[in-house]
Every structure is written in structure tokens, then in C-alpha cells.
């Protein structure tokens, strides 16, 4: 009876003197491996594997005891993914704490309306937080990787501004863009008004991406959208210099020229009826919705004023005098 007791009381001394370690165990400082430590917890990343990555870089001492702690407190599946800067005097349950309200810090990059793929990739590569994996790759290659349908890589990512986990690959990035552009395109030809000249969504993209490029102001997208619809179902060609340019890439030193549009290249609009092969930039949701929903009128012609509106015309007389009037001020 006596060694029983005897046990028993060894046994609840140990316990007692593990709790007590354990509890100054969780709310003792943990070490930094610098001032201010910044610290990447990736996605799907599990208990195990987090609290494995702070034994790794020094942060607690074993992983173990941050295992116990967030499975006793039923936080196991609780933490945020997120990059998270740890300074200061910080013990291991507050640190949870930390992780499990998610107060990480946003790494971002913007696509900008009217930009090119290229001007995408150069951004993408020059973020210091993301993992350039699309150096080498073709755009084939690219659009196999995100799961594209499309056979060219301009105007299919939506332009906006993407949140993102330091060292997330910029085809992650990619995808997310052509996945939201894809899922806004949809929504807005679900709704378009009947009988229009396009026959796809991509039609819809590529018709939206010349908008983009020659709207100056929001008020005459609608109109300018008008002016293309009703040049697409009479045959006219859509003769808009954006398309020529883009056809004409590095060339282009800033000034169109007349040879440039006489001279027959796939994207010339002036010498090929139809829409290009391809978008010409990235089309803002404006743009899409005026490609779809195109305000109703009777103007084949527009010209810019040169304060970022549009002087609209039904023939070309009246249109030679606008360009005289707004272009070549006569």
C-alpha cells in the first residue's frame, strides 16, 4: 500500500513538475533569428510541417511542444498561411495567437488595363516576393501550365491587383488572372444584348481589348463599342490604329505612319477586314461590357478630340471635317 502511494506520488510530481515546464515553456521568449524575422507559411502547409520550419530556423526548440500546444488549445488546423514579420518579445502561444488571427503581410502586384503580356512578364519577373518560373518557357508553354484553351497568351489574364505569398510562382499568378478573366468574360456574354457580330467570348475579348485602347474617356466607350459593331455588320473594315500598332511591335518608334497603313500585316485593320487574330491588350471589365452591350446608334466614325473624348459620325464627310476640325486643327 505504501509503494502505491509512494508511486502515485512520484507520479503526480512528475506531472505536476511537467506541467509547470510545459507552461513556462509556452510563454517564455522564443529567440529570432534577426530583429525582425520574416516568416512564409505556405499554403496547405500542416501542423507538423509548420511547427517543424520554426525548429528549423531556430525560433522554438522543438517542434514538438507547438504541436502539443495547438492540438490542447484545438487550434491544429487553425493557423493562416501568409507572410507574417515577427519582432519583438513574442513566447510560443502568443505566437499562435499571431498566426491564427492572420495578420500577414500582403505581397501584391497589379496588371494594369491596356497592358501587353510582355509588360506583364517584366513585372512579374522584377517582384523581389515571386519565383519566376516561366523564364525559358514559350507562350505554348505558358498556357499548357495554366490551363488555357486559347493559342495565344495576350489579353486572357484579367487586369487587377493579385495578392499573393512570397514565393509564389508567377504561373500561380497567371492562372488566377486567366481563371478571373475567364469567369468575368462568361458572366458578361451570358448577358449580352441579341444579334451580335461575335460568335465567341474570344471574339468578345478581342473586340473589348481594341476598346480599351482607344477609349479616352468612360462616357464614349459604349458609343465607340457601337461604332465597331455596326463596321463588323456591314462588312466595313474596323480601320483603328491601336491594331496597327500592336501588329507592328518593336517597330514602332511612336509615330504611325501612312506606310504603316497600307503596309498588310495580320493585325492592320486597314487592309484586312475583320477583327484580329488575337486581343491587343488587357480589356478592363468596362471594356467587355461595352463589347457585349454596345450603346445603340447610327455612327460609323469616331475621332478624337484631343482631350480624351470622341467626336462621333454616321458618314464620311462629316468625319473628314471632324478630323480636320480635331486633327489636323484646319
Known sequence: MRTLKRLLLIISSITILLIGWFYLHIHSNIKLPTATYE????????????????????????QWT??????????????????????????????????????????????????????????LNEHPAIEYKSAGLSDQQILQHIGASETAVEGIFFP?????????????????????????????????VESLPLNTPYEALILASIIEKETGAESDRAEIAGVFINRLRKGMKLQTDPTVIYGLG???????????LLADQEYNTYTRAGLPPTPIS?????????????????????????????????????????VNKYQKQQ
Open 282 to 322: 488587357l480589356p478592363s471589365l468596362a471594356s467587355i461590357r461595352a463589347a457585349l452591350n454596345p450603346a445603340e446608334t447610327d455612327a460609323l466614325y469616331f475621332v478624337a478630340k484631343g482631350n480624351g473624348e470622341s467626336e462621333f459620325s454616321t458618314n464620311l464627310a462629316d468625319h473628314n471635317k471632324a
Open 160 to 192: 487587377d491587383t493579385y495578392y499573393f505569398i512570397k514565393g509564389s510562382s508567377d504561373l500561380d499568378i497567371l492562372q488566377r488572372a486567366y481563371k478571373t478573366m475567364q469567369n468575368h468574360l462568361q458572366n458578361y456574354w451570358s448577358e449580352r
Open 66 to 123: 507547438f504541436i502539443i500546444l495547438a492540438r490542447y488549445l484545438n487550434h491544429e488546423s487553425a493557423i493562416k498561411a501568409g507572410d507574417y514579420e515577427l519582432t519583438g518579445n513574442l513566447s510560443q502561444i502568443a505566437l499562435l495567437d499571431y498566426l491564427i488571427k492572420g495578420n500577414a503581410k500582403q505581397n501584391e502586384i497589379k496588371f494594369i488595363e491596356g497592358w501587353t503580356f510582355a509588360q506583364i512578364r517584366k513585372v
Open 39 to 62: 516568416l512564409s507559411i505556405q499554403p496547405g502547409s500542416n501542423l507538423k510541417q509548420i511547427s517543424q520550419q520554426l525548429a528549423n530556423a531556430g525560433i522554438i526548440p522543438s
Open 250 to 260: 518593336e517597330q514602332f518608334d511612336g509615330n504611325l505612319r501612312k506606310k504603316d
